[in-house]
């Protein structure tokens, strides 16, 4: 997919996160998972991979107004758990909300129904908010020993305040467009 549609986790520079993070990659690999990749920078729920540039033009002002519709919203992340990407090859490890806003929900659902408006060529999986963390390939440990070592881990809440969505082109060319949450 060219492009992802994504609220951003502000985290980057907290140092409560860093701590947090840093804290819970120990964990993990004190468990005993074989990582191959931390995701380390860019922290972000993607809410619609859109794989057509012709459509992109047209795609970013109608998102813009849903982004800045949506109100800033406080999150608590506060579960750990895996999931097989569809390529087969690796589990993905990921951080989520219990309990994730409506608003987020909201926003998934519109941009798909924009997406479709459009005649847009997009992923069409059913949207799971989840924040990727890690990366574990498959031939070194099965999803449901992963997913047994992550759930006895003890997993401390982290709150934040999403305040902002963003555009970009998935690898390596970045942003196209941030809008702040009203």
């Given amino acids: 997919m060219a492009h992802l549609l994504a609220i951003n986790v502000p985290v980057k520079r907290d140092p409560a996160w860093s701590d947090w993070a840093k804290m819970t990659r120990a964990k993990i690999k004190s468990a005993g998972i074989p990582v191959s990749k931390w995701q380390l920078l860019y922290y972000h729920m993607t809410i619609l991979f859109l794989d057509d540039d012709a459509c992109a033009e047209a795609f970013t002002p109608e998102f813009a107004k849903l982004a800045k519709a949506c109100p800033a919203l ?16 690796e589990h993905i490890i990921y951080l989520s909300p219990t309990n994730v806003p ?81």
Wanted: some cysteine.
């Fill in 102 to 182: 409506e608003q987020i929900l909201t926003l998934a659902k519109d941009a798909r129904i924009l997406a479709d408006g459009l005649n847009a060529d997009y992923d069409k999986r059913l949207f799971k908010p989840h924040i990727t963390f890690g990366h574990v390939p498959a031939d070194k440990m099965s999803l449901e020993e992963l997913q047994t070592i992550l759930q006895s881990l003890e997993q401390p809440a982290f709150h934040c305040v999403i305040k902002e969505a963003e555009h970009r082109y998935r690898r390596p060319n970045g942003t196209i467009k941030n809008w702040k949450l009203r």
């Fill in 74 to 89: 406080p999150m608590t992340i506060d579960k750990i758990d895996a999931f097989t990407a569809t390529n087969g090859a």
